[in-house]
């Protein structure tokens, strides 16, 4: 798969999933514009470090992406946070961090970019969501909800704006071997080495997925191959239900 020339934005770009995607479509040959909070240690071709609870930074990256490489052709909303705890351990902080970097970032910045793209022709949007919001999982009820929430954004544009060449499609991984998971086996006192290789168990493959075995279905959604695939919810998850 090649992405020569592509205009690509990723925001989350320094996470475990992030950084993969940005380094894949680099070395296919697309040009990549990075949004975390914190991108300076990253090999990309723009830079727009920025906090997604901002709005108005959410509203202007694509337009901002757009300008410093010339267009936008293809957006991925990976950015994402995970609360743990039911509904009644959940705080005002933990509704308003999950609500928004899960869904209010990824709308604002897909509804920047949709004009943009239909502008030039078209364009993808990939959302990175999550077999828990596609089911839900014990004890993260905000996550769920907020990846429910995505999901049936993805499927909603997905629709709305095919005619104008725009594909919108979302990965829903299972548990991924990243920051994101291990930081929370820290938090909870467990060895995340081990914790991993307990939860590996659990997986019809065998192990947790790692972040590249998520980016090759990113970089497959993003290219001509998936040509036909809008408002799809894929799931990668090495045959594991939630449970
Ligand atoms: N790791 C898993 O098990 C797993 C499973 C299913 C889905 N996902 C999803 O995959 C995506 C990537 O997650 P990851 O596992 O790489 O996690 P990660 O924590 O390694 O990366 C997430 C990135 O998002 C960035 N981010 C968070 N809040 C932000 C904000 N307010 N402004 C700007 N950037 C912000 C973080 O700085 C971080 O670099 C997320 O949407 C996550 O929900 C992860």
Request: hydrophobic share 45%.
């Amino acid at each position: 798969m090649r992405f020569d020339d592509k205009k690509i934005l990723v925001t989350g770009a320094s996470g475990g999933i992030g950084r993969q995607i940005v380094q894949r479509f680099r070395t296919a040959g697309g040009q990549v514009t990075v949004a975390d909070i914190d991108v300076a240690a990253l090999e990309a071709e723009a830079h727009l470090p920025g906090d997604l609870l901002d709005a108005n930074y959410a509203d202007g990256l694509p337009a901002a992406a757009a300008t410093m490489l010339g267009g936008l052709d293809i957006l991925v909303n990976n950015a994402g946070v995970i609360t743990r705890g039911s509904v009644v351990e959940t705080t005002d902080a933990d509704w308003n961090l999950a609500v928004g970097v899960n869904i209010e970032a990824p709308f604002r910045i897909s509804r920047a970019a949709i004009p943009l793209m239909a502008k030039s022709g078209g364009g993808v949007i990939i959302n990175v969501a999550s077999c828990w919001g596609l089911r839900p999982g014990p004890n993260h009820a905000l996550y769920c909800m907020t990846k429910a929430a995505l999901a049936s954004l993805t499927q909603c544009m997905g629709m709305d704006h095919a005619h104008l060449g725009i594909r919108v499609n979302a990965v829903c991984p299972n548990e991924v071997n990243t920051p994101m998971l291990r930081s929370g086996f820290e938090k909870r006192g467990f060895d995340p080495n081990d914790a991993i290789a307990d939860l590996g168990r659990t997986v019809p493959l065998g192990r947790i997925a790692e972040p590249d075995d998520i980016t090759g279905v990113v970089l497959f959604l993003a290219s001509d191959a998936a040509r036909y695939l809008c408002g799809s919810l894929i799931e990668v998850n090495g045959g594991k239900p939630v449970q």
